[in-house]
């Protein structure tokens, strides 16, 4: 069974909405679903700076500070054969939609909090923003 970690970043604009991307229906996990950006954490390199790296790439968006959120094994998702640790980390923005760059996916969209859950969300992503937004 292939193992490896990814990072994933739960950006918030100044109104609370979140950015999250719609994923492509090819992608290897997660096809079709919305999903927080990140991707791969490459040898050599952190959680950390594999986080700030993905959001670079798929949103042309440079983060500011960001705070661990929350590190653990990805949610079990039939036909997903991988054993994935997953690294959230969280942090504010001042961009604007206007700001963002599509580098990867469908669409990557700032959400208003209060339709996050409205969308089919990934596994992962769903976990992190149910500990991390409902409540707040």
Do not use: C, I
Request: proline share 7%.
């Amino acid at each position: 069974m292939a193992t490896y970690d990814v990072a994933l970043v739960l950006l918030v604009d100044p109104s609370g909405a979140v950015l999250l991307q719609h994923r492509d229906g090819d992608a290897a996990a997660s096809p079709n679903q919305w999903s927080l950006p990140g991707g791969h954490v490459e040898l050599g390199e952190s959680p950390e700076e594999a986080a700030r790296r993905e959001l670079r790439e798929e949103t042309g968006l440079a983060a500011g500070e960001l705070r661990p959120l929350w590190s653990g094994p990805r949610p079990y998702e039939a036909g997903f054969p991988h054993a994935v640790t997953v690294h959230v980390f969280g942090g504010t923005t001042g961009a604007r939609q206007e700001d963002v760059v599509l580098g990867e996916g469908r669409a990557m969209v700032f959400v208003p909090r209060d339709e996050v859950f409205d969308r089919e969300l990934a596994v992962s992503s769903a976990l992190v923003l149910a500990r991390h937004l409902k409540g707040r």
